[in-house]
């Protein structure tokens, strides 16, 4: 070997032509994954991309309502650690290096009062309302690492066509059942399993990040010929609670439920009774104002007029002082609706209530017989059914994040 091309020392290394390319570090290659969190955030971060580094902000603009979103999302993601530290090999974009701290779930709590204007925003939002206790998540891992080749090749034998969700024109049809499930479920006449095994039925009902879906029918088999290990497909109508449908395949909803935590319903089960393990958190009520006050009388005759609250005791106890109290207006009131909860944190299922009544709060200054100026809370303008659907809405969501 000829002792001139021997390198002796590091100033040679350095010199020599090949050096550049041969010290080079290796370009990072983000890891691929199919868990819909991660997809969330890369969905953020095309976003702030797109928009010159700037985050997306919560617009009251009903244009915005992606904007909107995606910053509630950002937000929730922020403020969970465990997501954090999930994401962090993913933020491109330098969305979660300046967050280090986490705030107090009642902080969050109090912060978010203000964030969301119906209910739609509030079941749809990545809101610290609905995430899972640190047990629970530490139980639930993103995927079954056994299915996630199963849940990839799903993902890309996905059809051309995708099926869109549309208005459904004779929803009304089908209202009054959702209705009754909806209430079946919130009493515990009807329970939420785990989704397993990709077996889906006609006529039977699920829950999909949090919405309740409903399988009207199922098509004909079809044969598939792919990398799937599903030897048939099918076509199916599917009805949703907010009173859209659309046709997936079965196997492409089964994908869903699966991989989105998703949840069986159970048949009616008639005579439940509490066991143990249960634990009843308080009651939901709905009140009516029997109050001789002009100015609420004024109101009633124009507008339902109702207060939604949570008391952890006894309803008609909590009611017995009535009269004496801001809270109540002053006034005697009429119980016309309560519900029990059961397993359910308080605090939270409250907020979320009051989250998505927020757009129908009466916000009028009373004044009482007694001459003090009452600022009502926990009074609403809205009709009996749009409260019964957000409560049950709400814990529907709760349950299947839950259960």
């Known amino acids: 070997m000829d002792n001139q091309n021997l390198i002796r020392s590091l100033d040679d290394i350095f010199n020599d032509p090949d050096a550049t390319s041969l010290l080079a570090s290796k370009p990072k290659h983000t890891p691929v994954s199919y868990d819909p969190t991660v997809e969330g955030f890369q969905e ?30 950002l937000k929730g993601i922020r403020e969970d650690p465990e997501r954090r530290d999930l994401l962090m090999p993913y933020d491109t974009a330098g969305l979660l290096a300046v967050h280090e701290d986490s705030p107090a779930l009642n902080d969050i ?6 964030n969301f204007s119906s209910l739609d925003d509030i079941l749809s939002d990545d809101s610290i309302l609905f995430k899972k206790s ?16 199963e849940i990839q090749r799903e993902q890309e034998n996905r059809p051309e066509v995708i099926s869109q969700r549309k208005p459904m024109k004779k929803f009304g049809q ?26 889906l039925l006609s006529k039977h009902f699920y829950v999909l ?25 099918a076509r199916m109508h599917v009805i949703y609670d907010n009173g859209t449908e659309n046709n997936p395949t079965r196997n492409g909803l089964a994908s869903s ?63 017995a002082n009535a009269e004496n109290e801001s809270t109540y207006l002053y006034g005697p009131v009429r119980l016309v609706g309560e519900i029990k909860v059961v397993n359910l944190k308080t605090e939270v299922l409250e907020t979320a209530l009051h989250h998505a009544l927020a757009e129908y709060q009466l916000d009028v200054d009373i004044t009482a017989a007694n001459g003090r100026i009452v600022k009502p809370r926990e009074w609403f303008i809205v009709d009996i059914a749009t409260i019964q659907a957000a409560v049950q809405s709400i814990m529907i969501r709760l349950k299947s994040e839950q259960d």
């Open 109 to 114: 709590v109090k912060n978010e009062k203000q």
């Open 174 to 199: 089908y209202e009054a059942m959702f209705h009754k499930v909806q209430a079946e479920i919130a009493s515990g006449q009807r329970q939420l399993r785990p989704f397993k095994n990709y077996e």
């Open 44 to 73: 953020i971060t095309e976003w702030v991309i797109a928009h010159d580094g700037n985050e997306p902000q919560k617009l009251r603009d009903p244009s915005q309502m992606k904007q909107r979103k995606l910053a509630s999302r």
């Open 209 to 233: 990040k949090g919405q309740l879906l409903y399988i009207d029918e199922i098509g004909e088999e079809v044969e598939l010929n792919d990398n799937s290990n599903r030897k048939t497909d």
């Open 257 to 319: 439920l699966y991989g989105r935590q998703g949840r069986i319903v159970t048949e009616v089960e008639h005579g439940i009774e509490l066991t143990s393990d249960d634990h009843v958190t308080g009651f939901i009520y709905i009140l009516e104002s029997l109050s001789n006050n002009p100015q609420i009388k004024q109101i009633q005759s124009e507008h339902p007029l109702y207060k939604v609250g949570f008391t952890t005791g006894s309803v008609q106890s909590r009611i």
């Open 134 to 149: 640190d047990q629970q998540a530490a139980g639930s891992k993103l995927f079954d690492t056994k299915k996630l080749n």
